[in-house]
């Protein structure tokens, strides 16, 4: 049987050498994300050509993570923020000047470019929403790709609406001061959508090509998202399809580097497919042909297919595969039949002494039934291990099954590892979301504690040596842990994390917060109302610093928005005021994410070494040494 060794945070935090691979509308080229300069930037290489892929941008002060073709195969548009301000602006490469640098098509001082599409009704040209004359309100676009040339076609609708080019027709989204989602034709209302059911918004929401309907994502009739059909002349919704146990996977709501769930013709913008996420992927076809290329595709690779991609004459495919150890990305041609492996994205691995990610339901104490991700060390006897719990981000977000690095970095180190999709998490049907209403730090937090519970009464988990590791969300539930249960947790490692629930909502951006009533405010409580105010600052882990025991390692972006480094100054001051045990890692060129290697590095050898002292039977290998 084979044993168990140390893999070295270098190895398992090693970005790919090739991610985010895409085809170009032609089929004569494939991009991808690859290291430069310790960043990562974007390259290009020719598909029938052999030449090795050549770099085409040239970023070495943060990584690139979203792009996309523009659709004469020439050009890329990137989008990339300063040291994680989240002010995006739009980029432009020319591949026909190699060596030339990238343009910058939105160089607004402060603003931030949002909703960055393609236009198909006119190719060559996309449209963007500036705020560049008011940080709450953005105006729409036209944006001539070739020459950058900008064009408003519409000065911002105000505060809480934005617009939508179906065609060349404007409709106009708005929110209801009571959270409905409201769609208009001139001034005639189309539909309006329950808030309630749309946390973050109504995703996913695109013009049907022959511009006569929306397709959208519904829950009519169904406690699981649905792709259906809303009629702009009448406003009447049809079903297009459903999946009886899966979600819509709406995860490009949050996430604008993943794939929108609505898979489409690139040339004729025809529905082909469908992606669903339940406790696994399910990709579903809608068109003949389609259908012919997935039963091709499935064969390639065990895992789920994350994206699938094609040519606009749908005959060389990109697909890639998510897989817990062996995620995997694929040419196919299907006019020959024959296919290519792209890149083995954990090669510099050995598989065996990666852990396989389980697919588990535990059940709450109220009966509401929990789906969560188990990750047991490789090669080792699973009684009474230290155990880590991993409460995601968000909250109206999920984790999912693949492979995570620091879910594998856990695991490795010896640690069972359980992340359960509490109350509250997108993705797992309506019902099981808004069960989250009014329930942060309570049923909330219970579930966390229930999911440990399942784990002892297993014999995975040792009850005295249980940790816990979040980000933003996950990150106050770390702190809830330490603050609200305090005999429950021997340590906690929290990034990003909100500690103080009013003044996170007082201070976010001006932009984030007209949605706010459909998510935090009717989650959590809205700061203005004194009654909901005190109610927050009751579920606020600042209010309970003095009940805080465990040792705690805090970690911050300077430059975040979302939660200030103010939230983390703070209750990292009152513990050490009262001579708790904190570590507090703060990086001056970051923001909400950590993104630099050398950030990532540091926060994961702090954290690895953390653990070790203060979950860890015996002291943690030499680190990387």
Request: charged share 25%; proline share 6%.
């Amino acid at each position: 049987m084979p044993t168990a060794a140390t893999l070295t945070i270098e190895d398992l935090l090693r970005p790919p050498e090739r991610s985010g691979i895409t085809i170009s509308p032609d089929g004569t080229r494939l991009a991808h994300l690859a290291m430069w300069h310790e960043r990562l930037n974007i390259w290009v290489e020719e598909i029938d050509a052999d030449a090795p892929a050549h770099c085409v941008t040239a970023d070495d002060s943060r990584s690139i993570t979203r792009y996309l073709w523009a659709d004469d195969s020439r050009r890329l548009l990137y989008q990339q923020d300063s040291d994680g301000d989240e002010n995006w602006h739009v980029f432009r490469i020319d591949l026909d000047q190699p060596g030339a640098p990238a343009v910058d098509l939105t160089p607004y001082p402060g603003a931030t470019a949002q909703g960055l599409e393609l236009r198909q009704a006119r190719p060559g040209h996309a449209t963007v929403q500036l705020n560049a004359d008011s940080p709450t309100e953005f105006d729409l676009y036209d944006l001539e790709i070739a020459t950058g040339a900008l064009t408003r076609l519409a000065p911002s609708p105000g505060e809480g609406s934005t617009w939508m080019l179906v065609g060349d027709e404007l409709l106009r989204r708005s929110m209801r001061a009571d959270g409905t989602w409201e769609l208009w034709r001139g001034e005639s209302l189309v539909a309006a959508f329950d808030g309630d059911a749309y946390p973050m918004d109504v995703h996913p929401f695109e013009a049907a090509p022959d511009e006569s309907a929306i397709w959208f994502g519904s829950y009519q009739g169904t406690d699981h998202l649905h792709p259906a059909r809303l009629d702009l002349a009448t406003g009447e919704e049809t079903m297009i399809h459903h999946h009886p146990h899966a979600d819509l996977d709406t995860r490009s709501l949050v996430f604008p580097n993943l794939p929108s769930p609505l898979i489409r013709h690139r040339r004729t913008g025809e529905l082909l497919g469908l992606r669903y996420r339940g406790i696994r992927m399910h990709t579903v076809s809608l068109d003949p042909h389609f259908a012919e290329v997935l039963e091709a595709v499935a064969a390639l690779c065990d895992g789920d297919i994350g994206g699938i991609t094609s040519d606009v004459d749908e005959q060389r495919w990109v697909v890639s595969f998510v897989h817990d150890r062996d995620p995997q990305t694929w040419l196919y041609d299907h006019r020959t039949g024959r296919s290519r492996l792209l890149a083995r994205s954990l090669e510099h691995l050995d598989v065996d002494q990666l852990a396989p990610v389980e697919s588990i339901e535990i059940t709450a104490r109220d009966g509401l039934r929990l789906p969560a991700y188990l990750t047991l060390p490789a090669h080792v006897q699973p009684q009474d291990l230290p155990l880590v719990l991993m409460p995601h981000g968000g909250p109206w977000a999920r984790d999912w099954w693949r492979f995570d690095s620091i879910v594998q970095l856990w695991a490795n180190r010896g640690y069972a590892v359980l992340q359960p999709q509490f109350r509250g998490s997108a993705g797992f049907g309506r019902r099981h979301m808004e069960a989250g209403v009014g329930e942060f730090a309570g049923r909330m937090h219970e579930d966390l504690l229930n999911a440990v519970d399942w784990a002892v009464d297993q014999g995975f988990a040792d009850p005295a040596r249980v940790g816990v590791f979040g980000g933003s969300y996950g990150g106050y539930a770390a702190l809830v842990g330490l603050a609200f249960t305090p005999e429950r947790f021997a340590a906690a490692v929290e990034y990003v994390g909100v500690s103080d629930l009013v003044d996170y909502l007082r201070s976010l951006p001006e932009y984030a917060r007209a949605g706010l009533v459909n998510n935090w405010y009717r989650y959590a409580g809205d700061p203005s109302d004194p009654e909901q105010a005190a109610d927050l600052r009751a579920r606020s882990p600042i209010t309970r610093i003095a009940d805080i025991r465990s040792p705690l390692m805090v970690v911050q972006g300077a430059n975040d928005v979302r939660v200030r480094r103010a939230n983390s100054d703070r209750i990292v001051a009152g513990l050490r005021e009262q001579g708790n045990e904190v570590e507090y890692l703060v990086f001056d060129d970051e923001g909400h994410f950590i993104l630099n290697p050398e950030n990532v590095l540091a926060l994961y050898r702090a954290a690895d070494e953390f653990f070790a002292r203060h979950l860890a039977k015996v002291p943690a290998a030499a680190q990387d040494a």
